[in-house]
Nanobody, 122 residues
Framework: QVRLAESGGGLVQVGGSLRLSCTAS????????IGWFRQVPGKEREIVAA????????VYGDNVKGRFAISRTNANNTVYLQMNNLKPEDTAVYYC???????????????WGQGTQVTVSS
């Protein structure tokens, strides 16, 4: 069983930055890949970024490449999502999720956090 808790969301102006944190707990939490996903009401969930259990590989959604960066520290089971140059279209609920690396591209990881709201105002 893996439990995930997101933090760091909030309201920011266009062009600003936020850093989201996802803290995982559970006996095998550090063995899993972690991904960030986002969803807007009425739209499908999309992948933002994901990172393998050892940080050796990362993947980004096309809409955030060059602006967002994912990283992790297994010492405290935390994954970070640094979001820069935020745009109004980045407004969404952001979720972190954990599971095997192969589940990330299909948006099917088995463990999910509760989500944190990010609002970018113009």
């Amino acid at each position: 069983q893996v439990r995930l808790a997101e933090s760091g969301g909030g309201l920011v102006q266009v062009g600003g930055s936020l850093r989201l944190s996802c803290t995982a707990s559970g006996r095998t939490a550090s063995d899993y890949a972690i991904g960030w996903f986002r969803q807007v009401p009425g739209k499908e969930r999309e992948i933002v970024a994901a990172i393998t259990w050892n940080g050796g590989s990362t993947v980004y959604g096309d809409n955030v490449k060059g602006r967002f960066a994912i990283s992790r520290t297994n010492a405290n089971n935390t994954v970070y999502l640094q979001m820069n140059n935020l745009k109004p279209e980045d407004t969404a609920v952001y979720y972190c999720a954990a599971d095997d690396w192969g589940t990330m591209r299909y948006l099917t990881p088995g463990y999910w956090g509760q989500g944190t709201q990010v609002t970018v105002s113009s």
